[in-house]
């Protein structure tokens, strides 16, 4: 079944053993399709049992069964590796889901059973250990949610002013007491990419899909060239968490409004409260609006996307900040300087995003709060209705953050003022070093 790698030590010359000395018998590279029956999975599929379980795990029966590449809880998996490692947790640990289930219900949507509208995430991810509990058992695999349903009450400090303000009054139901609490109702969701489905958003084929995933991540998922057959495959990236203010059964009922937010991750701004971006006020202003909506009778929902830095990440980011520091900060050489960095000004890639909205039922968004044109055309091509943009108002936005917000308003955001020109992006200064 596997290819086993032989440990030829005593052929391998002694400087070379200095350098790699670790024996690798018994370690498993990868799987082949002759040796595997893996669990049948047919993504898009029109009932539940047909479309079957995804199992990337290879306890069990898992090595000749599994039918996903990569393993559960995205970029944490290197975690879990890591407590095996130490000791501190059983490779064949067994979870017991007792009381986790979902919190509420979310209605199910024909897009879960349709293989070119979700393909980025698992529709029935949250209902896995109920739907194919027969499956694990007679099969002997394990099978786990990659979706999970809860509520929660949020406290945050922009709330209390708002309420002090009388923007947000106090309900009972949504907003609770004059402290600003939240009721929230919130899904998190791991990512489970249905690689045909992938490449078709790009626009390119599966077999060039799976080759750079494979070689420009170091060929960390050989399964990705050995196993054709196994379409499904879990990145490890960050996934996403949906907040949900107001009552989750009306987001998919066309008759009542939604505004909404997609917010992708900035931990410096969203967290730490850095005013070089527009981040937290946007976020904040974001959860505002859409906490009015559910309070007017619609709903509110956020969606947060680990996406760090535009999924350049921190430390790529921080560079960039040096550039534009050390190189004056001007607007006009804000998408100039990541370009410089990281060789594109943006890795976000929003083709997959709308899989999300597609998910919760939503077919319209009355109130879009994000002036992003990429978050805007990908939810349009999706085919979600957009009817309003609203766009941060101006007295929230920090002043050493104008040079991006003004740089993305010249690319194409939406603003209802009058976009800068180029030469106007000059004169849009941020903070010199000397002020830090
Ligand atoms: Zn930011």
């Given at each position: 079944m596997a290819t086993l790698a032989s440990n030829k030590k005593?052929?391998?010359?002694?400087?070379?053993?200095?350098?790699?000395?670790?024996?690798?018998?018994?370690?498993?590279l990868t799987t082949y399709p002759e040796d595997s029956s893996p669990i049948p999975m047919n993504w898009g599929a029109t009932d539940y049992q047909e479309r079957g379980p995804i199992v990337p795990s290879k306890s069990k029966n898992g090595i000749s069964k599994h039918n996903c590449i990569g393993a559960h809880a995205g970029s944490y998996c290197i975690y879990q590796a890591l407590a095996i490692a130490s000791n501190q947790l059983k490779r064949d640990h067994v979870a017991d889901y007792t009381n986790a289930q979902p919190a509420f219900t979310v209605p199910e949507q024909p897009e879960w059973f349709n293989k070119h509208d979700i393909v980025s995430m698992d529709a029935f991810g949250h209902l896995t250990q109920y739907l194919f509990d027969d499956v694990s058992k007679s099969e002997n695999v394990d099978i786990k949610p990659t979706i999970a349903i809860t509520k929660a009450n949020m406290q945050l400090l922009e709330l209390k002013e708002a309420v002090e303000k009388g923007e947000l009054k106090i309900d009972g139901d949504i907003i609770t007491n004059a402290n600003g609490d939240l009721k929230v109702s919130k899904v998190a969701v791991e990512p489970v990419w249905y690689l045909p489905g992938v490449a078709e958003r790009f626009g390119i084929t599966e077999e060039t899909l799976r080759k750079c995933l494979f070689e420009d991540t170091n060929g960390m998922y050989p399964e990705l060239i050995t196993r054709p057959d196994i379409k499904t495959f879990m990145p490890p990236i960050g996934g996403l968490t949906v907040y949900i203010f107001g009552d989750p059964q009306n987001i998919a009922n066309p008759e009542k409004r939604i505004a909404l937010r997609v917010h992708d991750e900035c931990n410096g701004s969203d967290v730490f409260g850095s005013d070089i971006c527009t981040c937290r006020p946007y976020l904040m202003f974001g959860i505002i609006e859409a906490v009015k909506e559910a309070q007017n009778g619609g709903t509110g929902v956020v969606v947060y996307f680990r996406k760090e830095g535009r999924a350049l990440g921190e430390v790529t980011k921080y560079l960039v900040y040096n550039a534009r520091k050390r190189g004056g900060d001007t607007a006009d050489e804000y998408f100039h300087r990541t370009e410089c960095i990281a060789g594109v000004r943006d890795m976000r890639f929003q083709q997959l995003m709308p899989d999300v909205l597609k998910w919760l039922g939503i077919r319209k968004i009355d109130r879009m709060?994000?002036?992003?044109n990429m978050k805007y055309d990908a939810i349009v091509d999706a085919g979600i209705e957009i009817i309003e943009r609203i766009p941060i108002p101006d007295e929230?936005?920090?002043?050493?953050?104008?040079?991006?917000i003004d740089a993305k308003i010249n690319s194409g955001y939406f603003s209802t003022e009058k976009a800068p020109t180029n030469d106007e992006l000059k004169s849009v200064h941020g903070r010199s070093w000397e002020g830090i």
């Open positions: 005593e052929s391998v010359p002694l400087e070379q053993q200095q350098i790699k000395a670790t024996p690798v018998n018994d370690v498993l709060l994000s002036m992003s929230m936005i920090p002043p050493d953050s104008r040079v991006e």
